[in-house]
């Protein structure tokens, strides 16, 4: 069974940097064809798809949040992390990680097969 377990700051002050880890369990985030997905809801609005780290290590990113969004993945801990600088109070949102076994850019719930609990960030000063 694939377990994810999204960790992170809790609250982060504007202008901070955010960073958050995806742990995989049960499963290798280098197993082919399975790629790693960052999605977010901010409080009242929709799931946004965030950005992705493939199985071999290629990443792909929202372009609206593309400048300011890295992800990347240690693979002998088997973790991807997101990390997205300058945050203001509208990346307030539950950061979700998401396994897909294509790559995906949006948040269409049934393309995804595994999902983290979800972790709440709240951007304020």
């Known amino acids: 069974q694939v377990q994810l377990q999204e960790s992170g700051p809790g609250p982060v002050k504007p202008s901070q940097t955010l960073s958050l880890t995806c742990t995989v369990s049960?499963?290798?985030?280098?197993?082919?064809?399975?790629?790693w997905n960052w999605i977010r809801q901010p409080p009242g609005k929709g799931l946004e798809w965030m950005g992705a780290i493939t199985y071999s290590g290629c990443t792909y990113y929202r372009p609206s949040l593309k400048s300011r969004t890295s992800i990347s993945r240690d693979t002998s801990k088997n973790q991807s992390t997101l990390q997205m600088s300058s945050v203001t109070p509208e990346d307030t949102a539950v950061y979700y990680c998401?396994?897909?076994?294509?790559?995906?850019?949006?948040?269409?719930?049934?393309?995804?097969?595994?999902w983290g609990q979800g972790t709440q960030v709240t951007v304020s000063s």
């Open positions: 998401a396994r897909s076994s294509r790559l995906i850019t949006t948040a269409t719930m049934r393309e995804y097969d595994y």
């Open positions: 049960g499963g290798s985030i280098t197993t082919n064809y399975h790629n």
